[in-house]
């Protein structure tokens, strides 16, 4: 099984910070084991859809802004605007998304030369950095996602998660926008 690909990173570390045992409530434990196997799918999805279409999955420059702007930013809006979050802090997530990419960026790119649509295995090495350059960024921001984790929110999340709409239709089509803006490189 292999760690989550850039396009869900967001979810990833939102998932992680959700299973920080007693300072959550109950439905908020129960969310990574929901839907990891919905990540899963989302992550070799997103894989076969990019390398298909000709993308070549990098670290660094114009292909960190795309995946946020394409895939991490809409996704971090449809999650939040169906789960009731105010537009203020819907902001303040995007703000962090968008600091999230920039430490991947800038502590992961050693693997900037690695096609991963060729060597697959290697992504394991970058999604643990990622996954640990974005827990470290939101972590750091614990006040403003606090509000992510309460279990009146979390129970949204589960309801909204368990639809069908964000994995079959919302994050598949900013997956199509990426390659499609992809392609045009």
Same mark, same amino acid.
């Given at each position: ?11 990833? #570390? ?19 084991? +929901? ?5 899963? +799918? ?46 203020? *802090?819907?902001?303040?997530?995007? *703000? ?6 920039? +430490? ?17 295995? +290697? ?6 950095? !990622? ?14 996602? !606090? ?22 239709? #919302? ?15």
């Amino acid at each position: 099984m292999y760690l989550k690909p850039p396009t869900i990173l967001s979810l990833v #570390a939102f998932f992680s910070i959700t299973s920080a045992g007693d300072v959550v409530g109950p439905t908020c434990q129960k969310i990574p084991d +929901a839907f990891g196997p919905k990540l899963d +799918a989302a992550y070799d999805n997103y894989y076969k859809t990019i390398c298909s279409h000709g993308c070549k999955p990098i670290v660094g420059g114009k292909y960190t802004s795309l995946v946020s702007e394409t895939i991490l930013k809409p996704a971090v809006k449809t999650i939040s605007v169906n789960i009731g979050i105010d537009q203020n *802090r819907i902001e303040t997530f995007l *703000r962090i998304t968008d600091e999230s990419m920039q +430490a991947v960026e800038q502590h992961c790119s050693d693997l900037a030369s690695t096609d991963f649509c060729q060597d697959t295995g +290697a992504f394991t090495e970058y999604a643990s950095c !990622a996954k640990g350059q974005i827990f470290t960024v939101i972590t750091s921001h614990a006040l403003d996602v !606090a509000p992510l984790v309460s279990e009146k929110v979390c129970q949204k999340e589960m309801e909204y998660f368990e639809k069908p709409d964000f994995w079959n239709t #919302a994050l598949p089509s900013y997956v199509t926008d990426f390659w499609s803006v992809c392609e045009t490189w």
